[in-house]
Nanobody, 128 residues
Framework: QVQVKESGGGLVQAGGSLRLSCKTSGLTFADYAMTWFRQAPGKEREGVSCISWSGHFTYYSDSVKGRVTISRDNAKNTLYLEMINLKPEDTAMYYC?????????????????????WGQGTQVSVSS
């Protein structure tokens, strides 16, 4: 059974930073590209960042580019999202997701309906 679990969220002031983690079990982590999504209240889920299986290729949404770094440690089955200079509009539930059969990030990586496994999310709240 595949399990995905995010952690590291919290309440921070604008300009602050956070590091989110996502740990998986039940699959061979290094075989898959991994993606972070977020969903703010009343809004659709948004693809934030994707990383290839090796970590060599990374992609970011325009809304976070320059403020967010995605990385992974395949030995620890763990995905990370480093966020700096956080803004109130970054407030959202953050999820990581896995899509079967992809070890790279295709052009469709931001589309949530392409993914098979999701975590429960970790809440990030940024106060102004």
């Amino acid at each position: 059974q595949v399990q995905v679990k995010e952690s590291g969220g919290g309440l921070v002031q604008a300009g602050g930073s956070l590091r989110l983690s996502c740990k998986t079990s039940g699959l061979t982590f290094a075989d898959y590209a991994m993606t972070w999504f977020r969903q703010a209240p009343g809004k659709e889920r948004e693809g934030v960042s994707c990383i290839s299986w090796s970590g060599h290729f990374t992609y970011y949404s325009d809304s976070v580019k320059g403020r967010v770094t995605i990385s992974r440690d395949n030995a620890k089955n763990t995905l990370y999202l480093e966020m700096i200079n956080l803004k109130p509009e970054d407030t959202a539930m953050y999820y990581c997701a896995v899509r079967r059969n992809y070890d790279y990030c295709p052009a469709s990586w931001p589309l949530e309906n392409e993914y098979n496994y999701w975590g429960q999310g970790t809440q990030v709240s940024v106060s102004s």
